[in-house]
């Protein structure tokens, strides 16, 4: 029986017994042919992007003209939800996990876009879900933004265990082949450009 279990501003989540369906939505305020365009370039890419991972839910079947994807249905916990419920120790094996997971994406030039603990998945390990604003970029720049999101999301909703997650997560995504030049770029452009910011604000 399908049930819809989530629905987003992109998209609405539908399960099926174990699968799980992902169908983009008509935006009302498009022209039809750009709208459809756009739904359908998204679906294509996102599918393409899961199909190169094996820490996403499977690729089952894509059908750009339903604007749909079919994927496996992980059964876990939002990373969200049990983050801050977890041992010090349960919490830094998870930001390791996640720091290397997202050092594979990265060697593969693939970039989430909204990376959140809303978008991870435990259970035994850590899946990433929802490539909706994922890319391909070679662009150290792209990566660096990746990282940047997830510590702000660390930070406003985690706060309290922040900066330890945060350098687990790092940790762990060290091992990526672009590690020193993503981190360099953090450092230098990503996280000066949000002090400026700030500085302009007050």
């Known amino acids: 029986m399908k049930l819809m279990i989530a629905q987003g501003a992109e998209a609405v989540l539908y399960k099926d017994g174990e699968k799980l369906i992902k169908q983009r939505i008509s935006k009302g305020y498009r022209i039809r042919e750009i709208d459809e365009k756009i739904r359908k370039l998204r ?39 049990i983050f801050d419920t977890l041992s010090e120790l349960e919490r830094k094996k998870i930001c390791l996990e996640v720091g290397e997971k997202i050092g594979i994406m990265h060697d593969l030039n693939i970039i989430h876009g909204d990376l959140t ?78 002090r400026y910011k700030r500085r302009k604000k007050r």
């Not at 820490?55 to 079947?61: H, L, M, N, T, Y």
């Not at 991870?120 to 879900?129: E, G, P």
């Not at 762990?172 to 360099?184: M, Q």
Request: proline share 1%; aromatic share 12%.
């Open 43 to 81: 679906t294509r890419s996102e599918a393409k992007i899961l199909k190169k991972l094996d820490f996403v839910p499977a690729v089952v079947s894509v059908d750009d003209v339903r604007m749909e994807i079919v994927m496996k249905f992980i059964d876990g916990m939002l990373v969200r939800d």
């Open 117 to 194: 603990t809303s978008n991870l998945i435990f259970n035994h390990s850590v899946y990433f879900i929802d490539f909706g604003l994922g890319f391909i970029s070679q662009r150290v720049e792209d990566k660096a933004t990746d990282l940047r999101l997830l510590k702000q999301a660390l930070e406003s909703k985690h706060y309290r265990h922040f900066e330890k997650s945060y350098a687990s997560i790092l940790e762990g995504y060290a091992k990526s082949v672009y590690a020193k030049e993503v981190l360099d770029w953090l450092e230098q452009k990503v996280e000066k450009r949000g």
